[in-house]
């Protein structure tokens, strides 16, 4: 059974820092590319950063780049996504995602949620200003 199971999420002031974490099971760890999406209240779906660890290659959305920071244990199939300099508008339940790796999403400069084959449940992520 394919699990993408987020954690980490929960309530901070801005100007802080949270990290998530999604480990995954169930399918083949290498053969994907781990994203992140964020869904906030009222807005659409949107990308907020990717990591091809076979690549060496990372995405960040215009948005979070320079506050937000990706990275990926291989060993524990687990990604960890960094929010620091958190603001308001950040709030949002964050999804992980497994991006197909046969796709260009996440390893040239964008990230398509139609190339996601399995998905997170989500984890809600709420900055109080």
Not at 44 to 54: A, D, K, L
Not at 62 to 69: C, E, Q
Request: net charge neutral; hydrophobic share 35%; charged share 20%.
């Amino acid at each position: 059974e394919v699990q993408l199971v987020e954690s980490g999420g929960g309530l901070v002031q801005a100007g802080g820092s949270l990290r998530l974490s999604c480990a995954a099971s169930g399918f083949t760890f290498d053969d994907y590319n781990i994203g992140w999406f964020r869904r906030a209240p009222g807005k659409e779906r949107e990308g907020v950063s990717c990591i091809s660890t076979r690549a060496a290659v990372t995405y960040y959305a215009g948005s979070v780049k320079g506050r937000f920071t990706i990275s990926s244990d291989n060993a524990k199939n687990t990604v960890y996504l960094q929010m620091n300099s958190l603001k308001p508008e950040d709030t949002a339940v964050y999804y992980c995602a497994a991006v197909n790796g046969t796709t260009s999403s996440c390893l040239l400069g964008y990230l398509d949620y139609r190339d996601v084959d399995y998905w997170g449940k989500g984890h809600l992520v709420t900055v109080s200003s």
